[in-house]
Structures are given as structure tokens and as C-alpha cells.
């Protein structure tokens, strides 16, 4: 199993450009979920999504969209991408809900740059 | 809102010593505190959780205690060794059981 896998690892933008953040799992997990990790923040929940078809906003989802069209996928798009967006971006899944004691497994992260 | 605390920001201890690290959280409903592991430029990893309905949990040198009371919950490391040394995140889940809030991160130096 390839577990969490997450693209790409670096990302340079410029302000108002636009583009997607692509997660996938091959674990068939129903949970997936997308943070951002800022320097001395901890990871803030952005999007979750319990299954294919259904999605829901987190702490801080302004700006940013997504769907789940397959179980296995579960892309984060930056419709406007602003300075504010510079972080790390993880991906995580799950078997059962976050908060059901199933382990969240996380990808690698994806560092975008927004200048 | 809702939010998790986490104390100490930085923890510097001797390779052998026990490390100690303390989070709040302000939902009362919170029902389950998984602690993560991160090592620098890795991803976060779980170390171990604790449900409500439990006082302390160990898995060899990590336990964690949990006073829903007082509504806070700690990680004990003991006989710590240098690959402990990582940011260590504490989080909380909400009622809703699926919007997890993590703490800010402590981040442990073991000194060999």
C-alpha cells in the first residue's frame, strides 16, 4: 500500500493564480481530510469529507474548495491563491470519523509558497 | 471557540529524564485526545490516544492521563532517549466528531 500520497511537495504561486492540491489513499479509508500547518499554529482543519459525495468546512475553509467524487481521492483547490496561504498542506484518511479512535494517517505535505 | 492550549512551547530535558506535556481544552464534550509526533520536515504520526471514558492509557514509555474535570490531559515520556526529540502536538476532538483542533506544539530537545 502506497498509504497517503500527496501532490506535488512544492508549490510556488503567484497571487491570484489558481490551482488544486491532489490527495489520494489506497487504504479505503472513508474519512479524508486537508490541514494547514503554520509556523507555531499547530494543523488547522480546512475541509473533511466522510465519504464519496460529501464534503464539509472545517476551522478556517474560506478559500478553498473541495470535492469527493471517488473514494479514493480528495483534491484541495486554491480558487485565488493570497500571501495568507503560504503554509504546508496536509492530507490525512481514516477508517472511521476523526474522532472514532481510528488512526489518522497523514501524507507527506505539500509546501505552497504564495507570493 | 473552541480551542486546545498546549504547555510548554519548547522542552529541553537530559537523554534518561521523563518529559511531561500538558494541554486544555474548552469543549466539555470532547470525547477523544490523540497526541501526535512530528519530526522535522516529516509528517505527523500517532503516538497514542486516550478516550473520555479512561483516566491514563501507557504504551511502554508514553502514557497519557486525562482529567475530564478540569479538562486537561498530559504526555508523560519517561527513560527519554534522543530520538524523542520531535514537536509533539495534543488535539482534541470536537462534539461533532470529525473537526479535530490540535494545540500549537511543544517542541522536545533530549540532550545524550
Same mark, same amino acid.
Given at each position: ?20 492540491? =491532489?490527495?489520494? =489513499? @489506497? ?5 479524508? $481530510?486537508?490541514?494547514? =500547518? ?10 473533511? %469529507? ?5 464534503? @464539509? ?9 473541495? %470535492?469527493?467524487?471517488?473514494?479514493? @481521492? /480528495? ?9 495568507? =496561504?503560504? %503554509?504546508?498542506?496536509?492530507?490525512? $484518511? $481514516?477508517?472511521?470519523?476523526?474522532? $472514532?479512535?481510528?488512526?489518522? /494517517? ?10 | 471557540?473552541?480551542?486546545? #492550549? ?8 537530559? #537523554?534518561?529524564?521523563? !518529559? ?18 512530528? #519530526? *522535522? ?21 508514553? !502514557? ?10 498530559? *504526555? ?6 534522543? #530520538? ?6 495534543? !488535539? ?11 494545540? !500549537? ?8
Amino acid at each position: 500500500n502506497a498509504g497517503v500520497t500527496q501532490t506535488p511537495k512544492f508549490q510556488v504561486l503567484k497571487t491570484g493564480q489558481s490551482m488544486t492540491l =491532489q490527495c489520494a =489513499q @489506497d487504504m479505503n479509508h472513508e474519512y479524508m $481530510s486537508w490541514y494547514r =500547518q503554520d509556523p507555531g499554529m499547530g494543523l488547522r482543519l480546512i475541509h473533511y %469529507s466522510v465519504g464519496a459525495g460529501i464534503t @464539509d468546512q472545517g476551522e478556517v475553509p474560506n478559500g478553498y474548495n473541495v %470535492s469527493r467524487s471517488t473514494t479514493e @481521492d /480528495f483534491p484541495l483547490r486554491l480558487l485565488s491563491a493570497a500571501p495568507s =496561504q503560504t %503554509s504546508v498542506y496536509f492530507c490525512a $484518511s $481514516s477508517y472511521g470519523l476523526a474522532g $472514532s479512535g481510528d488512526e489518522q /494517517f497523514f501524507g507527506p505535505g505539500t509546501r505552497l509558497t504564495v507570493l | 471557540g473552541e480551542n486546545v #492550549e498546549q504547555h510548554p512551547s519548547t522542552l529541553s530535558v537530559q #537523554e534518561g529524564d521523563s !518529559a511531561v506535556i500538558k494541554c486544555t481544552y474548552s469543549d466539555s464534550a470532547s470525547n477523544y485526545f490523540p497526541w501526535y509526533k512530528q #519530526e *522535522l520536515g516529516k509528517r505527523p504520526q500517532l503516538i497514542i490516544d486516550i478516550r473520555s471514558n479512561v483516566g491514563e492509557k501507557k504504551d511502554q514509555r508514553i !502514557a497519557v492521563t486525562l482529567n475530564k474535570t478540569a479538562k486537561h490531559f498530559s *504526555l508523560h515520556i519517561t527513560e527519554t532517549q534522543p #530520538e524523542d526529540s520531535a514537536v509533539y502536538f495534543c !488535539a482534541a476532538i470536537l462534539r461533532n466528531n470529525n473537526d479535530m483542533r490540535f494545540g !500549537a506544539g511543544t517542541r522536545l530537545t533530549v540532550k545524550p
